[in-house]
T-cell receptor, first 113, second 115 residues
Framework: AQSVAQPEDQVNVAEGNPLTVKCTYSVSGNPYLFWYVQYPNRGLQFLLKYITGDNLVKGSYGFEAEFNKSQTSFHLKKPSALVSDSALYFCAVNEAAGNKLTFGGGTRVLVKP | GAGVSQSPSNKVTEKGKDVELRCDPISGHTALYWYRQSLGQGLEFLIYFQGNSAPDKSGLPSDRFSAERTGGSVSTLTIQRTQQEDSAVYLC?????????????FGPGTRLTVT
């Protein structure tokens, strides 16, 4: 069965510092990986996805993620965090047998000024 | 253009009552998904519709849960004889073509509280 793990419930970072949110996955076959963000009182928003090709994927709001097949990881990164990046981040994988997303448990990011 | 809309935004109901939650997907999107977001449970898949194909109901937690999609557009998620453990935020998403590489666009959710 496919699964996604986000080992950190919360990440605290000072504004201007680099931000990393970790994600590891387990799938049969090739993974299709996604990051979504949920701001307070708002729906999930798509950030970026990895399908194939370059292991470094760039997405919205200055975020990027690096696909590492050997470590089965897809960590989300931002070089310089903003207070407005404070939100709940979800990593997800698309299952081989269908189109439903399997989500990680989410990581709350708190960026302090 | 308009995003995915859901109604009601909040619903409080008594245990044992039936509830209906509505989702209007993005126009032109052929795939529609329902997920549930519970405290301590994260996001879980419930059901998936793609065009006129039979829906993937593999995530429905019990036979009290059902969903339909009329005319390939609006969808209704029905929970019969609600229980307190059904309290959660129910999220609807839609995507174009339903292919696995397409990102899903989520609505704001319906917060269901069963008292």
């Amino acid at each position: 069965a496919q699964s996604v793990a986000q080992p950190e419930d919360q990440v605290n970072v000072a504004e201007g510092n680099p931000l990393t949110v970790k994600c590891t996955y387990s799938v049969s076959g090739n993974p299709y990986l996604f990051w979504y963000v949920q701001y307070p009182n708002r729906g999930l928003q798509f950030l970026l996805k990895y399908i194939t090709g370059d292991n470094l994927v760039k997405g919205s709001y200055g975020f990027e993620a690096e696909f590492n097949k050997s470590q089965t990881s897809f960590h989300l990164k931002k070089p310089s965090a903003l207070v407005s990046d404070s939100a709940l981040y979800f990593c997800a994988v698309n299952e081989a047998a269908g189109n439903k997303l399997t989500f990680g448990g989410g990581t709350r990011v708190l960026v302090k000024p | 253009g308009a995003g995915v809309s859901q109604s009601p935004s909040n619903k409080v109901t008594e245990k044992g009552k039936d509830v209906e939650l509505r989702c209007d997907p993005i126009s032109g999107h052929t795939a529609l998904y329902w997920y549930r977001q519970s405290l301590g449970q994260g996001l879980e898949f419930l059901i998936y519709f793609q065009g006129n194909s039979a829906p993937d109901k593999s995530g429905l937690p019990s036979d009290r849960f059902s969903a339909e999609r009329t005319g390939g557009s609006v969808s209704t998620l029905t929970i019969q004889r609600t229980q307190q453990e059904d309290s959660a935020v129910y999220l609807c998403a839609s995507s174009f073509k339903g292919d696995r590489v397409g990102e899903q666009y989520f609505g704001p959710g319906t917060r269901l509280t069963v008292t």
